[in-house]
């Protein structure tokens, strides 16, 4: 497999089981936040939303294997 193969794979993974927006709507739902409080200008709630979806996102996204963690945490050694 080439690299440019690889990356096609890997983006259409991912592409195909992102939920953002459904996980943000489903945020603002769920009460835990008082919308009416929060100013435009103010990126502290937004910033701590983005961090829970992405978190929750994350999650489905866990390897489930030993091997498959052991890559993972590997590759993360070199994109942070």
């Given amino acids: 497999m080439t690299r440019d193969e690889l990356q096609r794979l890997v983006e259409t993974y991912i592409n195909n089981n992102l939920y953002i927006s459904e996980t943000i709507s489903k945020a603002l739902k769920?009460?835990?936040i008082?919308?009416?409080?929060i100013e435009?200008?103010?990126?502290?709630?937004?910033k701590a939303i983005a961090h829970a979806v992405l978190l929750s996102i994350a999650n489905d996204f866990r390897p489930l294997?030993?091997?498959?963690?052991k890559i993972s945490k590997n590759i993360q050694l070199f994109i942070k």
């Fill in 30 to 32: 769920s009460g835990s």
């Fill in 34 to 37: 008082d919308i009416e409080s």
């Fill in 40 to 46: 435009p200008e103010q990126y502290l709630e937004v």
């Fill in 65 to 69: 294997t030993k091997e498959g963690k």
